[in-house]
């Protein structure tokens, strides 16, 4: 079973517009981190593309990464559900992915800080990237927040899981074709249970 890391197994938004905001004191600049915080999804080289030119984007995302091992991290919780889901996994002999944008060594950081173990972690990996990391894993099922994780579930002929945690409502998941709309990962053991007699 494949999980989205950011709004579907932890809650990071605090810990992301922390480290804007010491970003934005060592650079001088106005990035709206609150903001961003509230779309987590897209990856960080995505984002900043709307505040520096191409050249300068690699360097910024270094120096964000370097300061959200530290602070980021801290502000990182687990939303409900996510230890059972994941234990729902494992107790049935299943194996748990987790496929993110976030930088995989600070994915790595925040699983260990809200004591979530899952057995591979793939980072760094948006939109069709996501699918191709699903496939070669051979994940049945990807759970996640966003229209991105839907279509990554969909490029890996996995089950389109969604779960409205993050920004995107349960009627717009819906909308975007998810094959199975969760209100928050509290009803994933009994979904997955479902599954399995069907």
Known sequence: MGFDLDMTLIDSRPGVAATFAELNRVLGTAIPGDELAERLGPTLEMEMAAFFPPEEIPAVCDRFREIYATIGVAGCSRLPGAEAALGTVAALGGRTLVVTAKYEPNAHRCLRAVDLRVD???????????????LEHGALAYIGDTPPDIEAARAADAIAVAVASGPWSAEQLAAHG????????????????????A
């Open 178 to 197: 998810a094959d199975v709309v969760l209100g928050s990962l509290l009803e994933f053991p009994a979904w997955l249970a479902a599954a399995l007699d």
């Open 120 to 134: 591979h972690v793939v980072g760094w990996k948006h939109g069709p990237q996501k699918g191709a990391a699903l």
